[in-house]
T-cell receptor, first 113, second 108 residues
Framework: NAGVTQTPKFRILKIGQSMTLQCTQD?????MYWYRQDPGMGLKLIYY???????DKGEVPNGYNVSRSTTEDFPLRLELAAPSQTSVYFC????????????FGPGTRLTVL | GIQVEQSPPDLILQEGANSTLRCNFS?????LQWFHQNPWGQLINLFY???GTKQNGRLSATTVATERYSLLYISSSQTTDSGVYFCAAETSGSRLTFGEGTQLTVNP
C-alpha cells in the first residue's frame, strides 16, 4: 500500500490565485482530514470527512473548500489565495472513528506571495 | 473544545539519556495519540493510547484518563529520536486536537 499520498509537494502561488491540493489514500479508510501546520506550531484541522459525500468544517475552514466524491480522494481547494494561507498542509486518514490511529501524508508546502 | 497542553516545549539531551514528555488535556477523551514529526516533516503515529500503558521498543506511553494526562517515555535516546513530539486528543466527533508539541534534540 502507498498509504496517504499528496500532490504537489511544493507550490508557490500569487495572491488571488486558486489551486487544489490532492490527497489520495489506498487503505479504504472512511475518515479523512486536512490540517495546516504553521511554523513552530501544532496542527489545526481545516476540514474532515467521515465518508464519501459527507464533509464538515474543522477549526480553521475559512478560505478553503473540500469535496469527497469517492472513498479514496479528498481534495482541498484554495480560492483567492492570501499570504495567511502560507503553511504546510497535511492530509490524514483513519479507518474508523476513535478506536484507531491516523495516518498522515508527506505534506504540501505552500507559499503565497 | 478540548485543550491540549504539552511540556516541556523544548528538550535537549545527550545520546543515551532518558526523557519524559507530558501531555495534559482538559476533558475526558475517546482517543489519545502520540506522533513524532521527524526533521523532514513526516508525521508518524507512535501510540494510540486513550488509557493504560503501551510499549514499543525504547518508547512507552502511559495515559491516566481519570487525571487527564499522558506521558511519553523515551529511553536510551538516539540522534534519530530528534524532532517534534505531538500528542492529540479527541472527545467526540472524530476530530483530533493537537498540542503545540515538544521539540526534542538529541546530541551525539
Amino acid at each position: 500500500n502507498a498509504g496517504v499520498t499528496q500532490t504537489p509537494k511544493f507550490r508557490i502561488l500569487k495572491i488571488g490565485q486558486s489551486m487544489t491540493l490532492q490527497c489520495t489514500q489506498d487503505m479504504n479508510h472512511n475518515y479523512m482530514y486536512w490540517y495546516r501546520q504553521d511554523p513552530g506550531m501544532g496542527l489545526k484541522l481545516i476540514y474532515y470527512s467521515v465518508g464519501a459525500g459527507i464533509t464538515d468544517k474543522g477549526e480553521v475552514p475559512n478560505g478553503y473548500n473540500v469535496s469527497r466524491s469517492t472513498t479514496e480522494d479528498f481534495p482541498l481547494r484554495l480560492e483567492l489565495a492570501a499570504p495567511s494561507q502560507t503553511s504546510v498542509y497535511f492530509c490524514a486518514s483513519q479507518r474508523s472513528r476513535a478506536a484507531d490511529t491516523q495516518y498522515f501524508g508527506p505534506g504540501t508546502r505552500l507559499t503565497v506571495l | 473544545g478540548i485543550q491540549v497542553e504539552q511540556s516541556p516545549p523544548d528538550l535537549i539531551l545527550q545520546e543515551g539519556a532518558n526523557s519524559t514528555l507530558r501531555c495534559n488535556f482538559s476533558d475526558s477523551v475517546n482517543n489519545l495519540q502520540w506522533f513524532h514529526q521527524n526533521p523532514w516533516g513526516q508525521l508518524i503515529n507512535l501510540f494510540y493510547i486513550p488509557s493504560g500503558t503501551k510499549q514499543n521498543g525504547r518508547l512507552s506511553a502511559t495515559t491516566v484518563a481519570t487525571e487527564r494526562y499522558s506521558l511519553l517515555y523515551i529511553s536510551s535516546s538516539q540522534t534519530t529520536d530528534s524532532g517534534v513530539y505531538f500528542c492529540a486528543a479527541e472527545t467526540s466527533g472524530s476530530r483530533l486536537t493537537f498540542g503545540e508539541g515538544t521539540q526534542l534534540t538529541v546530541n551525539p
